[in-house]
């Protein structure tokens, strides 16, 4: 550890306890997307507290902390803020129980299934740190709250609200993620680390009949069962077995009754890709497979492809990662590793692309070692440790805001000289 790190971390023992009693309280007030009221305010709170300027309400619920600190580099590090339609299965004291009204006026469960408490809790702890500890470093720390990543639209929100002449244009842009590794751990990676995602809504067309007469009808449920097995092949088949990729089914909906031939049925699938050409060529096969089976099938209709949600590819820079992995391994040592990819995605990255500047992003573990250790010895990682988005993910409290507070001081630190 640098003598710069070793100073700032030093106040990490008078806050702990704090923070661990900010990520319990917001793991218990979960708030969906751009609906993150109460956590921003937390946020802002904090960062007003701390003497950073904050503008707040960016895109919705966005906010923004600016500590300026003489002449030198700008850092801005990035941490999301919403939460998941999820009834939480943890167990824990601090649960939670939160609900809201869904689509149609149902009430749906809200849980922190993704860790999204566990940035933002790590990033106030590391601008607190910061603002502690402002003679051992220079230049400009910014700490920025998201919204709504769970939808992939909070950072455009935040872009197309003004975020480029709210803040100021940082050199490098930071960010962490909780995932199913043990706390402890950090993971970086130079190069694609996160795909893209596509999620798409497929309608096909048939023709209605009666469930005794299918010589009079065109069956839509046939026509997308036969989509569906086919898309199977895209990846076995159409890609390189060294070219990663992930295309999956859903949901396929169809009909109302059993006697019933419907005119129609969709079918919704996700699409994860590392690149622009094997996300094209996927795309595209999967447009081809419907308008052909469409066609075997003499569909009345051509079918309608709607692309739902996307997020972008994770592709970290290679300088700022470079630099972010030999601070990581002199603070850290063994606990710093080099990550493998995720099939997970995110809209960070069209953060720093609004502002024209590289980003790296890393990955934090948030499990109880003991029980990742367990699993590990058993060959039962994937059924006996909860990964995002479960019902029973829920990272330990320590190490895991530890490591996130300074893992993210680190880096920061990794650019703010003294």
């Known amino acids: 550890m640098t003598d710069r790190a070793h100073t700032v971390l030093a106040n990490l023992d008078d806050i702990r306890s704090g923070l661990e009693d900010l990520y319990k309280d917001l793991h218990s007030h979960p708030e969906l997307g751009l609906r993150e009221h109460r956590t921003a305010k937390k946020a802002s709170d904090a960062l007003r507290e701390l003497g950073y300027e904050v503008t707040d309400g960016i895109g919705g619920t966005g906010v923004i902390g600016v500590l300026a600190n003489g002449e030198g580099p700008i850092v801005m590090a990035r941490a999301d803020m919403d939460a998941l339609p999820v009834r939480e299965r943890t167990g824990l004291p601090y649960a939670s129980v939160v609900t809201v009204a869904g689509e149609g006026g149902a009430e749906q469960p809200v849980m922190h299934a993704c860790g999204h408490d566990v940035h933002v809790t790590c990033l106030i702890g590391c601008a607190r740190l910061m ?36 803040s100021p ?49 065109v069956d839509p449920v046939v026509m997308a069962a036969m989509i569906v097995v086919r898309l199977q092949t895209i990846v076995s088949r159409e890609l390189a077995a060294t070219t990663p990729a992930v295309v999956t089914v859903g949901s396929i909906h169809s009909g109302t009754d059993p006697n019933i ?37 003499q569909s ?14 994770t592709v970290n820079d290679e300088a700022p990662t470079r630099r972010v992995a030999e601070a990581f391994a002199a603070h850290f040592g063994d606990d710093a590793h080099t990550i493998e990819l995720q099939t997970a995605s995110e809209d960070m ?68 000289g003294g």
């Open 131 to 166: 603002a502690r500890a402002k003679d051992a470093w220079r230049g400009t720390f910014v700490a920025l709250f998201q919204p709504s990543e769970e939808n992939g639209d909070g950072a455009d929100a935040m872009i197309d609200d003004g975020l480029t002449s709210k």
């Open 169 to 217: 244009r940082p050199d490098v842009v930071l960010a962490q993620h909780v995932l199913p590794y043990p706390a402890g751990y950090v993971g970086v990676r130079s190069g694609p680390f996160l795909s893209a995602a596509d999620s798409l809504r497929i309608t096909v067309h048939g023709r209605g009949a009666h469930g005794s007469m299918p010589q009079s009808a």
């Open 261 to 297: 031939i419907p005119d129609s049925a969709v079918i919704q699938l996700n699409v994860r890709t590392y690149d622009d050409a094997s996300r094209t060529q996927v795309l595209s096969a999967i447009e081809r497979i419907v308008k052909a089976e469409c066609e075997a099938s």
């Open 300 to 313: 009345p209709k051509a079918p309608e492809i709607e692309r739902t949600v996307t997020f972008p590819p």
């Open 349 to 416: 990255s069209e953060i720093p692309r609004a502002f024209g500047v590289p980003f790296t992003y890393w990955g934090i573990g948030g499990i109880d070692p003991a029980l990742y250790a367990r699993a590990a010895r058993d060959g039962t990682i994937a059924r006996d440790v909860p990964v995002n988005h479960s019902p029973t993910f829920a990272p330990v409290t320590q190490p895991t805001l530890d490591t996130g507070v300074s893992a993210l001081t680190v880096a920061a630190l990794a650019w703010l």
